[in-house]
Every structure is written in C-alpha cells, then in structure tokens.
C-alpha cells in the first residue's frame, strides 16, 4: 500500500503553546487529506478535511481556530493545535487518498501523541 | 443513516480460530467498505476492502462477506494467530476519491495461544 508519514510521533508541550503536525505521503500525491482524533480505545474521530490548495472543512464542534489545517502542497498537510491546553492531549493521525489509489483507498499515517502539561 | 455498526466490541478466540467481525450499514450510497487493522499505538492499516458488486474477497487470511439487500458486511480471519491480536474497524463511504470514511466503534481482537 501507499506510505504516508507523521512527524513528530509524540510531542510533549506546556499548556498555552502550539504544536505543529505534519503529514506527508511518501508515494502519491495526496488530493485529499484528513486529520483523525483519537481518544484511548475509542474509535476514529474526524476533525477535518483538506483538499489540496483549499480551505480545510471542519466537522461539527471542531474549533477552526485552534486546529489549524494546511494542505500547500500534494504531498504535505500540517496541522497546528495553537495554545494547546490539557484536554487537547491525544493521538492525532492523518490519512490521504489521492491520484493512483483505488476508489476510495485512504493510508493512514503512524500518528502523533501529543501530551499537553 | 450516517452510522457504521461494528460488533462484537471485543472478542478472544484461541490460535487457529475463526473470528467474524460484523457491520451494519443505512446509507445507500455507500459503495465502498474497507477494513482497517491498528496496533496500540500506531496508526491503522488498510487490510482489505469491497465494493457491492462482489458478495465476497479474499486476501490471504483475511475475507470479507457481503450482504447487498441486508446492508451488513464482515470480516472472517482465516486459521488466527497471536500476531492478529489487534483492534479492527469496519468503514464505509462513497467510491468517490477524497469522501471520509465512517468508522465502526472498533473490535478488540485477542487471539490466545
């Protein structure tokens, strides 16, 4: 399958800094890319969707302002908790589908533990 | 008629068992139905997919049934092992490139040797 990559894998910040993540595919060139939050043993939360070179789209309840998606590129998407507090600690991964996949085949990325103190 | 129904929540079986994992699904547009695996940890793995115009594939160990007029599709892992000990997740979305999945709540695989 197609590669996609993470950087960093954990992060550990103090309350009221930002962090960046980013994501990039290795393989392909990634036409849509998705950002996923995910609580200990629960399921897959979207938190957006960037297509390359427009404005991410936020599901319900996800502050745009504090989750900063970009997606420049076809094979780079950062996503930045700006004044990152506590209950923003999770694990954050991306997943992208793009030219050359089948249907609808979206790679996910290794993810990134993000601890907030 | 968004929501993925994945069950069982967890599920132990011995090596060399036969474990079924099973979706339900509303939408009638969806048209295409991965399976992911994920490690503690990591992030998930593509492991196999279908689309409706096939009642079953296979992969290796792994296959996926489905049931067009039922709306549900599952996961069977042919002669388990250890290693396959792992959460599963069904989806779901339009064939459509760039559509978001819709994930199941996910199935806690525990194979025993």
């Known amino acids: 399958g197609a590669v996609v990559s993470q950087h960093p894998s954990r992060v550990i910040c103090k309350s009221g800094t930002s962090v960046k993540i980013e994501c990039r595919s290795l393989?392909?060139?990634?036409?849509?890319m998705f950002w996923y939050r995910q609580f200990p043993k629960q399921s897959l939360m979207l938190m957006a969707t960037?297509?390359?070179?427009?404005?991410?789209?936020?599901e319900q309840g996800v502050e745009k302002d504090k989750f900063l998606i970009n997606h420049a590129s076809l094979t780079l998407s950062t996503l930045t908790v700006t004044s990152a507090h506590p209950e923003d600690s999770s694990f954050y991964i991306c997943?992208?589908?793009?030219?050359?996949?089948?249907?609808?085949?979206?790679?996910f990325g290794p993810g990134t533990r993000l601890t907030v103190l | 008629q968004q929501q993925v129904k994945q069950s069982p929540q967890s599920l132990i079986v011995q090596k060399g068992g036969i474990p079924i994992i099973n979706c339900a699904y509303e939408?009638?547009?969806?048209?295409?139905f991965p399976w992911y695996q994920q490690f503690p940890g990591k992030g998930p793995a593509l492991l196999i997919a279908?689309?409706?115009?096939?009642s079953e594939k296979k992969e290796g160990r792994f296959t996926i049934s489905f049931n067009k007029s039922a709306k549900q599709f599952s996961l069977h892992i042919m002669d388990s092992q250890p290693g396959d000990s792992a959460t599963y997740f069904c989806?779901?979305?339009?064939?459509?490139?760039?559509?978001?999945?819709?994930f199941g709540k996910g199935t806690t695989l525990s194979v025993s040797s």
């Open positions: 997943s992208a589908s793009g030219r050359g996949l089948g249907y609808n085949e979206q790679f």
């Open positions: 393989d392909f060139q990634a036409t849509t």
């Open positions: 960037s297509n390359e070179g427009s404005k991410a789209t936020y």
């Open positions: 939408n009638t547009a969806f048209d295409y």
């Open positions: 279908i689309r409706p115009d096939v």
């Open positions: 989806a779901a979305s339009e064939s459509q490139a760039g559509t978001a999945l819709i």
